[in-house]
Nanobody, 118 residues
Framework: QVQLVESGGGFVQAGGSLRLSCAAS????????MGWYRQAPGKERELVAA???????NYADTVKGRFTISRDSAKYTVYLQMNSLKPEDTAVYYC????????????WGQGTQVTVSS
């Protein structure tokens, strides 16, 4: 089974930038639609950015214009470029793979912590 490994999280001051990476252990983009989610303490996990089944992109209103999702098919990797970070962006960020075929499993990475100080 394909596994997802996130990296790139860390501690940054408000206004700074980070780039998260989600590396899959094998070819995945032909079978899965990729996205980034986050979960702050005491809150539910929420969508941050994702590719759609039509290969377009979808962003949460709170990150539009600041975050960009992209992918490198040759490296089986999805990225989340985060600019103009705010303290409210502090959360654990997770990579998610939604399968095209419903009988296949949904995949999650282990998460990477992003902390933004004011």
């Amino acid at each position: 089974q394909v596994q997802l490994v996130e990296s790139g999280g860390g501690f940054v001051q408000a206004g700074g930038s980070l780039r998260l990476s989600c590396a899959a252990s094998g070819s995945i983009f032909s079978s899965y639609v990729m996205g980034w989610y986050r979960q702050a303490p005491g809150k539910e996990r929420e969508l941050v950015a994702a590719f759609t089944y039509g290969s377009r992109t979808n962003y949460a209103d709170t990150v539009k214009g600041r975050f960009t999702i992209s992918r490198d098919s040759a490296k089986y990797t999805v990225y989340l470029q985060m600019n103009s970070l705010k303290p409210e962006d502090t959360a654990v960020y997770y990579c998610k793979a939604n399968p095209y075929i419903s009988t296949m499993p949904v995949l999650w990475g282990q998460g990477t912590q992003v902390t933004v100080s004011s």
